[in-house]
């Protein structure tokens, strides 16, 4: 099967890979009292905590530093996972791999789909934020909605890349868990790029995970991105799909001899 | 219809390499490149046809289930050439990688999926396999609570609840009581009416000449022999004795 038979093969079976997305996303909370209602404690928790601690230093912007913070977070959360939790999708389903004879792209799909449920969860806690602290939203929200498109394309197609790589070298997992810990402080999260100046204000500048954030964040707050952001996020984008979709042709039929090492 | 020409079937083990290996068992170990590799299938040439019920036969690390992987189009072949024609199914484990803090139905409902159905089909699938399995109200508990022999029987009732083409089973037997080996001979017998493959690797001579027709003896991953079971079983009792 060629890589684009197998990626349009997968995207044909919805009932497979957002059927067990959804399961995924859902059994983490299994034998829960509260159940689903973690997936939406947990943000509501931090964002609160956040407001309360953080927010009066921000004056009359308080409100609208929560949501800078609750979007932030939300955006930071999906992206990271993509690459670090959702970088591991062949060896996360390596049983699946070994015994059913599936498009391998059916299993990014079905991580995408478990990453976008949690990404659903946290954004409603921030709309929620949104519309209890009286924040009005301006048409420009609507670029938000391109904005969230943009990450979702950009977040499969990087976990289908990382994915090849960590299931052939096993080093490199351990790597980007290190790294993503430091990204957390390097991107504009409980921070913004315009209180900043100097390395540090380059650093989120050169950091793309700031742009990913802020083509949602900004349209939310009533700004538009800057092309900067659009500019940084489409190339890649761009770059991801383009690479992943090479190295995924390449070496495709190796994964289920890579995953059982 | 399945044809394999000189299939090669080379995995990979590890990175840390010796200069030479010898084994008893399993196929030829190797190293290309710093990386170990184990050559699971050796030159395999056979011709498997509609109707075939094929016991595939062997000592621990012959190559069994790394034929299976290939027919299935798991693994794909490292030298030579496979023709597979018709739907695959696969019944390699007997926890089917799902979930075990989910109960049997819920495992039931996402098996079928993995395996295509879909629509209303899953429905009355689930109905079909709750009553094939005997497994009563067991079906709402989670599948952690199940013996191995629970699983095994969930396990085989779905994979052949699509009436494929082609059914691939490896050792999952082990684990079933004699009714349910007999009701499964019984479900697999009823498969074949319609001209269907089948082929099954196992470990037990008795399960092999009661299910199959035929017999495909690996060592060390090369075909040692191919064709009637008796005779095969035969040559390969007096090899193991």
């Given at each position: 099967m060629s890589a684009f038979s197998d990626v349009s093969n997968a995207l044909r079976q919805p009932n497979i890979w957002f059927v067990l997305g959804v399961q995924d996303y859902r059994f983490q909370f299994g034998?829960?009292?509260?159940g689903l209602l973690w997936a939406f404690i947990q943000p509501a928790l931090w964002i609160t905590a956040i407001g309360f601690f953080f927010a009066p230093f921000m004056g009359n912007d308080s409100g609208a530093y929560i949501i800078h913070v609750a979007f932030g977070l939300a955006m930071f959360t999906f992206m990271s996972g993509a690459i670090s939790e959702y970088g591991l999708c062949f060896m996360t389903h390596k049983t699946i791999i070994q015994n059913f004879s599936l498009p391998m792209f059916i299993h990014v799909l079905r991580d995408a789909t478990r990453n976008t449920c949690r990404l659903a969860t946290e954004l409603t806690v921030a709309f929620a934020a949104v519309i209890f602290l009286r924040h009005s939203l301006e048409p420009v929200a609507l670029l938000a909605v391109f904005g969230l498109a943009v990450n979702i394309i950009a977040a499969v197609a990087i976990s289908l890349g990382v994915s090849m790589l960590t299931v052939r070298w096993r080093d490199i997992q351990f790597a980007i868990r290190a790294v993503m810990r430091l990204m957390f402080f390097m991107t504009p999260i409980l921070w913004s790029v315009d209180q900043t100046s100097g390395a540090r204000a380059t650093v989120a500048n050169i950091n793309p995970l700031t742009h990913f954030i802020e083509i949602v964040r900004q349209p939310i707050l009533g700004e538009v991105p800057t092309m900067l952001s659009y500019g940084v996020t489409s190339s890649v984008t761009l770059a991801a799909i383009i690479g992943s979709y090479v190295v995924f042709g390449l070496r495709k039929n190796n994964i289920a001899l890579w995953a059982q090492t | 219809m399945i044809k394999l020409e000189h299939i090669t079937l080379e995995l990979p083990v590890d990175r840390h390499m010796q200069a030479s290996f010898k084994t008893a068992i399993g196929g030829e170990l190797f190293t290309r490149n710093g990386i170990r590799f184990v050559?699971?299938?050796?030159?395999i040439t056979a011709l498997i046809e509609p109707g075939d019920r094929i016991g595939v036969i062997g000592r621990n690390g012959s190559g069994k289930s790394s034929l299976l992987r290939l027919l299935a189009n798991i693994y794909q072949p490292s030298l030579g050439t496979l023709q597979v024609e018709g739907k695959v199914s696969t019944?390699?484990?007997?926890?089917?990688?799902?979930?075990?803090?989910?109960t049997g139905r819920r495992n039931v409902e996402l098996g079928v999926r993995l395996l295509g159905l879909q629509g209303g089909s899953v429905a009355d699938a689930v109905e079909e396999i709750i009553e094939f399995t005997e497994l009563g109200d067991y079906i709402?508990?989670?599948?952690?609570?199940?013996s191995a022999g629970m699983r095994t029987r969930l396990g085989f009732a779905i994979a052949t609840q699509?009436?494929?083409d082609i059914l691939l089973v490896d050792e999952?037997?082990?684990?079933?009581?004699m009714s349910f080996v007999n009701k499964a001979m019984e479900r697999m017998e009823k498969m074949m009416e319609g001209a269907n493959i089948l082929i099954l690797a196992s470990h037990s001579a008795s399960i092999i000449t009661r299910c199959c027709n035929k017999a495909l003896w690996l060592n060390q991953g090369k075909l040692q022999a191919f064709g009637d079971v008796e005779d095969v079983m035969g040559k390969f009792d007096a090899s193991v004795r």
């Open positions: 034998r829960t009292a509260a | 050559k699971a299938l050796n030159d019944l390699f484990t007997n926890s089917l990688g799902l979930y075990l803090r989910e709402d508990v989670p599948m952690i609570a199940y699509i009436r494929p999952v037997f082990g684990a079933g009581d």
